[in-house]
């Protein structure tokens, strides 16, 4: 095994882009991917689709893609036990632990595409009901999936909610992603047990957050990305001004009852 240290940048880090750049062949058209997954029946009777989320808590896609998610679940938890598992990927595994401006870091990254690509976030965000907020820093994000991987060992449910508070906290609120005051802020919303303590010693989910990376992100090329089942995949930023419906979980026609119909619209 690898010596495990800081995440350095994987083969596949060059491919990464905070948000995506399709051509003018994906405006006002509408797209399918449909996934069928087979689901296990648990103690309570129900069909338990289990759902493996690769996820940076800078990327501005995955929490949009978190917000669908969310309701698709909603509306299908009657028929429905969902085991939902987050996983680390990093954007920009270089990023300064201190963090840079926000506005500054983009304007470099993308030049004069950033306030196109600003504007556009702050359309899509208001369709989930949020209000996008560019102000603040961006950083390095180790010690947030070192959280996350920490919440997860208290319950999928607080690492579900931490997750949330990540995203909303960055996003909406101008909060670094970094600053250990704003993590531990969001452990205590989310009923993390700990979470100072385990911060505190940089050590602490390094050696987790790393295999994490191995198993479940080394192949990834963009995020989000969801496996359903250990099997079935659908990856990824949404296309260039296209307007994507709540992610639906329908039963599938034709199909024996063991299975689920998973379908992401885009308009």
Known sequence: MRTLT??????WASLLRAAPDHSRHFQNICRSVKIMAESASNNAGKKLIRIDISSDT?????CVGKKNLDKALATAKDQFDFEIKW?????NPSAPKEGVNKKEYYLQKFGSRSESMEARMREVFRGIGLEYNM????????????LIYNA??????????LVEELFIGYFTQGRYIGDREF?????????VDGAAEFLDNPNNGLQEVN?????????????????????????GGQPRRCSCEPLRLLPAENRRNENVMLVLTYK
């Open 6 to 11: 800081r995440p350095s940048p994987p083969r």
């Open 87 to 91: 996983h680390p990927f990093f954007l």
């Open 135 to 146: 102000s603040g820093l961006t950083g390095n994000t180790l010690d947030s999936h070192r």
């Open 58 to 62: 800078v990327c501005p896609w995955c």
């Open 152 to 161: 997860g060992t208290q319950g999928l449910e607080k690492q579900h909610k």
């Open 183 to 191: 993590l531990v802020e969001a452990a205590a919303k989310a009923g």
């Open 211 to 235: 295999e994490e990376l191995e198993q479940y992100s080394s192949d990834v090329s963009g995020v989000p990305h969801f496996v359903i089942n250990g099997k079935h995949r659908l990856s």
